[in-house]
């Protein structure tokens, strides 16, 4: 009971954060970074190979990949941040300095290999001076209860962020995949947002029996 109620604090503080002008920014920058960068793993495991990434102060951003199969790299994104939410969660108790330093070296990989626009690479110095902010904390138990609420907040977005894809517009990753596949975008919409929702349920541990 202590742990549901612990996450569903966060939950509420992120549902909370998201709605406040700009200090919501690093946190969401977190996701899109997420999103895009699994977009690219995916093009690279799949025989391609990244071109370039950028990201936008609004919360949105792009990977151009080129090569590798397309259907993977369009439908990584949003199950990418999933599982990246997942693992900055479930290692943030146990191994909050190797989680930090890991995504500090994505992070850098990103800045000299894919990025060249001014904003891009200011959103991820503003993400790299937080990872290495948070690196420095004396107090482990906060620092792990920090990584916990980033998870909790990649993953409210993951379940909220394939939904505004239904904009009428005809773009996006689940436009992609209904071209690619003659299924109807909101199949992809809905899987993207049943895996979130998934593993947000499975680490608050409303599935378990008591």
């Given at each position: 009971?202590?742990?549901?109620?612990?996450?569903?604090?966060?939950i509420?503080?992120?549902?909370?954060?998201?709605?406040?002008?700009?200090?919501?920014?690093?946190?969401t920058?977190?996701?899109?970074?997420?999103?895009?960068?699994?977009?690219?793993?995916?093009?690279?495991?799949?025989?391609?190979?990244?071109?370039?990434?950028?990201?936008?102060f609004?919360?949105?951003?792009?990977?151009?990949?080129?090569?590798?199969?397309?259907?993977?790299?369009?439908?990584?994104?949003?199950?990418?941040?999933?599982?990246?939410?997942?693992?900055?969660?479930?290692?943030?108790?146990?191994?909050?300095?190797?989680?930090?330093?890991?995504?500090?070296?994505?992070?850098?990989?990103?800045?000299?290999?894919?990025?060249?626009?001014?904003?891009?690479?200011?959103?991820?110095?503003?993400?790299l001076?937080?990872l290495?902010?948070?690196?420095?904390?004396?107090?482990?138990?906060?620092?792990?209860?920090?990584?916990?609420f980033?998870?909790?907040?990649?993953?409210?977005?993951?379940?909220?962020?394939?939904?505004?894809?239904?904009?009428g517009?005809?773009?996006?990753?689940?436009?992609?995949?209904?071209?690619?596949?003659y299924?109807?975008?909101?199949?992809?919409?809905?899987?993207?947002?049943?895996?979130?929702?998934?593993?947000?349920?499975?680490?608050?541990?409303?599935n378990?029996?008591?």
């Amino acid at each position: 009971m202590e742990h549901q109620l612990k996450i569903f604090g966060y939950i509420c503080l992120a549902f909370a954060l998201s709605w406040i002008p700009i200090l919501h920014w690093p946190v969401t920058w977190f996701q899109t970074f997420f999103h895009e960068i699994s977009h690219g793993i995916a093009a690279v495991l799949t025989g391609g190979k990244i071109t370039k990434i950028t990201l936008s102060f609004n919360g949105s951003g792009e990977c151009v990949t080129r090569g590798g199969i397309r259907f993977l790299i369009a439908f990584s994104g949003y199950v990418g941040a999933s599982l990246w939410g997942l693992f900055v969660f479930r290692m943030a108790k146990f191994q909050g300095f190797w989680t930090i330093s890991l995504l500090v070296a994505l992070v850098v990989c990103c800045l000299i290999f894919w990025v060249r626009d001014l904003q891009t690479i200011f959103i991820l110095l503003v993400i790299l001076s937080l990872l290495i902010a948070l690196s420095k904390l004396q107090f482990p138990e906060i620092q792990s209860q920090i990584l916990e609420f980033i998870g909790i907040y990649i993953l409210i977005d993951a379940v909220k962020s394939p939904f505004f894809l239904m904009d009428g517009k005809n773009l996006g990753d689940g436009h992609t995949l209904s071209k690619l596949t003659y299924i109807p975008e909101f199949f992809w919409i809905f899987i993207w947002f049943s895996i979130a929702l998934s593993i947000l349920i499975l680490i608050s541990g409303l599935n378990t029996k008591t």
